[in-house]
C-alpha cells in the first residue's frame, strides 16, 4: 500500500465506460493552487486532438489541472476531435470552479473512434467530488491501456532543511519500439520555479528517460509528458545548488518510470540495455544504438535466448552511421564474443548464452573509431506480442 | 515437373554437408562460353566476403562461372573469410578448367563463423560433372534457408522471329523487413549485349523489383543479384526495339521474383501491397510506404485481420514525409475508410475487416497534397516468424 503524495495536488479516477470491461478510465490531476506547467508532446505529424490543445494553452506557461481518459485515444476524430476535448476540459473546468485555460487534456487508447463525451460529462462531477490526495496510484491504474503494471516514482529531497517532492504517474508499454502504444506522463511537483525553467528541466530530464527508449521522432500520435509545479513548498528555483538538485531528481524519477516502459513492453521478458561506444560521434552512435534497438532479428534472437550477434552487427552495418567492421567489438554484458569484427569463438559463444537467459543484460558494442557513444534501452520481441497487437481492438 | 532452361548455362547441385539435415547446399552456374556480367550488392557497410569478392571481380565486366552456397554465409569471419571465398572459386575454376578470374561466389546462411571449406572442396569435383541444362530448379533449391518454397522464373521472346531466354532463381524470405535474412538472385540470359548496358538493365529492373520490397539502403550482410549474358542466341542488344524488350522482359522477371520472396516471407500469410498517391513528391511516397510496411503495430493489425487504420495513419505521420493528416484518405482495395484524416464509420470498417481476411489485397493511402507516389510489397508479421526467428540457429 504506497501512499504517493505531493503536497498541494489531489487526484480522483473513475469507470466513466470508455472502456470495454468496467475497469477506470477516468482521472483528473489537480493543483489547490495554479501552477506553472510545461509539456513535451509527439512529433508525429498526425497529432491527437487533445495534443493540440495542451500545445496551445501551454504557451501560457500555466495550468492548474489535467483531465486523462484511456480507452480512446481521441485521434483522427474530424473537427469533433477537438469539440470534445474543448468539451471535457471545460467539465473539469466547471465541476472544480477554475478558469478552462487552466485545464489540460490527455487521451489515450484506439484511434479514430468518435469519444463518447456524455459519459464524461456524467462522469466529472462525482470525478471531482472524490479529489484525494492519496489517490495516484489509482490514477496511475485509470490510465493503462496495454499496461500490465501502473507506474508511479514519488521523490523527496531537502534544500536547506526544507523539503520538495516530485510524484509522478505513466503509461505505457514497449515505447522501445517506435510506433507502439501511446506514453503519457504526468509529473507533479511543489517547487517554484518560472515556465522556462520547468520547460528547460522537463526538455533535459526527457532526453535521458524517454527519448532513450524510443527512436527520435518516432512517436505515437497521443504522446505527452507535463509537469506541473505548485510552489507551495515554498522553495525557489533562484540559485544553482537548488536548481541542480532538482534536475538531478527529476531526471531520477523520468528514468525510473521510463525503464518500468520498457520493462512492461508489450509481452517482453527481457530488458536489454544497448550500449554504443567509440562511435565516431554520440550521433551515429545513437542510430547504430537505435538500428539495434528496433532490429526484429535482434530482438527475436534475445526472446530465442541465442548469443546470435551477427544480427548485431549486422544492424548496425545498416544503421548509415560511419563504421569499420574490422573494427567492431560486442560484449554480452562482459563477454567479449566479437573482436576486430570476427567471432571469439565456441567457448565465448556459450558464455554469452548464459547472460542471455538473464532477466535483464546489456550488449557493448565499441565501434573503434572515435569517442561517442550512446544508450536505448529495448526489450525481447515475443509470440506475445504479436499476440496482444493482433488482438487489441477485438 | 518444369523444365527450366537458359541455352548455354548448365548449373548443378549437392550436399556439401554445410546444413545440418542433409539437405542441398551447394551449387554451380556455368556459361559454356565466357559471359558479360554485371551485379548489385548490398548496401550494408558489413559485407561478406563473396560480396566483396565480387564487387572486385564484377569490375571487368565477364564471368563464366558462380559458385555459392547456403548454410553458411561467411561474413564476420575475418581474413580467413576471404581466403576461403578465393578458394571456393579457385576449386570451381580448376574443375570447370576456366581462368579463377571469371568466377563468381555467393554465401548465405549463418554470420560468424567459419566455413567448411575442406567439405566444400571435396564437393566441387562432383559438382563439375553432374553440371546439366535442367538442374536450375535443383540449384534453386540448394541456395534456400528460411524460404520454404524454391524460387524460379523463365521467359522467352521473339526478335525479328528469333528467340532469347531470361532464366532466374532467387532465394529469401520477407526482405519486406529490412534485416531480414539475405536476398540473393541469379540470372541467365543467352542474349549478347555489353557490360554497361548489363548493368543499367539491371538496375533498372532492381529499382522495380527486389527494391520496392525492402527500404533502401537496408539489406543484409551478403544480398547479392548476378546477371550473366553469354550472347548464344546472337541476339544484339543494338537496337532501341531489341532493347525495350530484353528491358520489359528482364523487369518481369524479376518483378515475378520479389512477389515470391514477399509471400514466401518468414511466417507470413498475406501479402499486402501499400500503394501511396498524391504525396509531396516520389521520394516522401516513398518515406511513407516504406515506414507504413515496416510498422510492426500494421503488421500485426494486418495478421489479426483488423482494419485498424489508425495505426496506418500514425505510420505515415511519423515518416518523416511532409502531410497534412485533414487531407489523408485511406482504402483498403476499393473501400473507402478514411476520408479528411478521420474515420468513414463502422459500415466502410466491417467492408474493410472482410478485404482483410483475403490472402493478397491493397492499401492506398492518398496523402492528396501533391502527385508523389510509391508502391511497396509487405506481409503480415505473424506469431509463426518470432518462432523462426527464435529458433534459427537451434
Redesign the interface.
Known amino acids: 500500500m504506497d501512499k504517493l503524495l505531493c503536497p498541494g495536488f489531489l487526484t480522483s479516477s473513475c469507470t466513466a465506460g470508455l472502456k470495454k470491461h468496467g475497469v477506470p478510465d477516468l482521472g483528473i490531476i489537480y493543483s489547490t493552487v495554479p501552477a506553472t506547467a510545461a509539456g513535451v508532446f509527439t ?5 491527437a486532438a487533445p495534443v493540440i490543445l495542451d500545445m496551445k494553452r501551454l504557451k501560457s506557461g500555466k495550468a492548474q489541472a489535467i483531465i486523462v481518459n484511456s480507452g480512446n ?1 481521441n ?4 473537427k469533433q ?1 477537438m469539440v470534445d476535448a474543448l468539451e471535457m476540459t471545460k467539465y473539469a473546468a466547471s465541476s472544480l470552479n477554475i478558469d478552462k485555460e487552466l485545464v489540460l487534456v490527455a487521451s489515450t487508447g ?4 468518435p469519444l463518447a463525451i456524455d459519459k464524461i460529462k456524467k462522469a466529472v462531477p462525482g470525478l471531482v467530488k472524490n479529489l484525494s490526495k492519496e489517490s495516484f496510484t489509482d490514477l496511475a491504474k485509470a490510465i493503462m491501456t496495454t499496461d500490465k503494471f501502473h507506474k508511479t516514482v514519488s521523490e523527496q529531497q531537502n534544500i536547506n532543511g526544507k523539503p520538495f517532492t516530485i510524484t509522478a504517474i505513466a503509461k505505457g508499454a514497449g515505447m522501445i ?4 502504444a501511446t506514453m503519457l506522463c504526468f509529473i507533479c511537483t511543489d517547487i517554484k520555479a518560472s515556465p522556462d525553467f520547468l520547460k528547460k528541466s522537463l526538455l533535459h530530464a526527457n532526453d535521458r528517460s524517454f527519448n532513450t527508449i524510443t527512436v527520435d ?5 497521443n504522446d505527452s509528458v507535463i509537469i506541473m509545479a505548485n510552489g507551495v513548498s515554498g522553495i525557489c528555483m533562484d540559485n544553482n545548488k537548488s536548481a541542480k538538485l532538482f534536475q538531478k531528481t527529476l531526471d531520477d524519477v523520468l528514468i525510473k518510470l521510463a525503464k518500468m516502459i520498457v520493462r512492461d513492453g508489450e509481452g517482453a521478458t527481457k530488458l536489454v540495455k544497448i550500449n554504443i561506444c567509440n562511435a565516431n560521434s554520440d550521433k551515429d552512435a545513437k542510430k547504430i544504438a537505435n538500428t539495434i534497438a528496433n ?3 535482434v530482438k ?2 534475445f ?2 535466448e ?1 548469443a ?4 548485431i ?6 544503421s ?1 552511421a560511419l ?3 574490422d573494427k567492431v567489438k560486442i560484449f554480452f554484458d562482459d563477454i567479449l564474443i ?1 573482436e ?4 571469439c569463438g565456441e567457448s565465448s559463444e556459450l558464455k554469452a548464452n548464459k547472460v542471455l537467459k538473464l532477466p535483464e543484460f546489456t550488449i557493448t558494442v565499441d565501434i573503434g573509431i572515435g569517442t561517442g557513444k550512446a544508450t536505448v534501452l529495448t526489450c525481447d ?3 506475445e ?3 496482444i ?6
Open positions: 512529433k508525429n505529424l498526425v497529432k485515444a485521434c483522427c476524430t474530424a476531435g484506439v484511434i479514430g473512434l519500439c517506435p510506433d507502439m521522432g518516432d512517436t505515437s500520435t532490429s526484429n532479428l527475436t534472437a526472446f530465442g541465442d546470435n550477434w551477427g544480427r552487427i549486422a544492424a548496425a552495418g545498416r548509415k563504421m569499420d567492421p566479437v576486430n569484427g570476427a567471432g520481441l515475443t509470440l506480442y504479436i499476440k497487437n493482433a488482438d487489441y481492438r477485438t
